[in-house]
């Protein structure tokens, strides 16, 4: 059961309204290695973890990005919050407009519509896990790339910490991976 | 959207005691017996609690579905939105 | 489980905590030391960090247009 919370996770700011790269946030709203991928894969890879600590981190993590989900929307919402039809189209984005206006929407920058296919759950704790790790790395280099794209600092505080994130939560898969990998050496033992 | 100063750093309080709250929350998943951290995490949840009825009691809702009760009109649908707020 | 501290603490430079490793390590098997709670950032500084943790703490320094990624 979710409940939310009228409040995002921290302040967001920008410092001025920049068209292009709202087009370039959109790859952590709907992109292969965004938030809602992130979200979606650890909630969906809870139901066959077999201890109480994968079950809970899952969880618990993938309620975060989807807290980190509503963040990059907000950047997006407010990156585009007053742009005119001029800009748009001098930043390359009037197709994009044709079809949406200003709606942020699950895409990665090219136009690809978000899929299932961007995640796994195999149903195999160890390699789930293992997955996660992996989604957590891409996460944090994606945010490093986007980071490289824009000179807004107040912009550039809110990537640092979802970048920061993407630190710990690989810490605590790490952890929960060592947890997995006692859980099967144990049930080997007759 | 504005908001007054007096409730932008009654919510950036908020925002902190949580986040403090959401960190150790992850970090007992893996260590389920570190007792200093169950402990902060008990007082930073104490504190979070006080500052969230604190902020409803003077600008309303932050939670729905039963977490708190409403005055009328239903102040759930109320302005601001977080993605509008100009921090 | 029963832990040790890594050997190579006590040869490590001052900025480095103690980490544990688990007892028995495999081939095949990837391994995230573990960090046992002691200091935290205040909560204001948490938030602006990213974490509660310092020694968790590594912010990316390359950022801004022109900013080099270390791979090329």
Partial sequence: MWVYEKKLEIPVRVSIPDVRMAARLI???????GELSAAMRYLTQRYTMPTGMTRGLLTDIGTEELA????????????????????????????QYAVRDKAVFFQSPTGEPWTAAYIQSLGDPIADVHEDMAAEQKARAVYEQLMRLTDDADLIQGLQFLREREVVHFQRFGEALDNLQEFVERKKVY | MTIPPEQMALLRRIQETQFVAVDLNLYLDTHPDDQKALCDYNGASLQLQALMQEYEQCYGPLMHFGQEASRLPWAWIEDPWPWDIRY | MVRRVAGEAAMAPPECVPKLLPCHIRLAEAYVPYKVYTVAFSPAEALCAGTVFPDLYR?????????????R
């Fill in chain 3, 59 to 71: 912010p990316y320094a390359a950022c801004g247009e022109g900013g080099v990624s270390p791979w």
């Fill in chain 1, 27 to 33: 790859t952590q709203y709907g992109g292969p290695d």
């Fill in chain 1, 68 to 95: 980190h989900l509503e963040i990059i929307a907000t950047m997006v919402y407010k990156l585009l919050d007053g742009a005119t039809i001029e800009q748009i189209k001098a930043a390359g984005l009037d197709l």
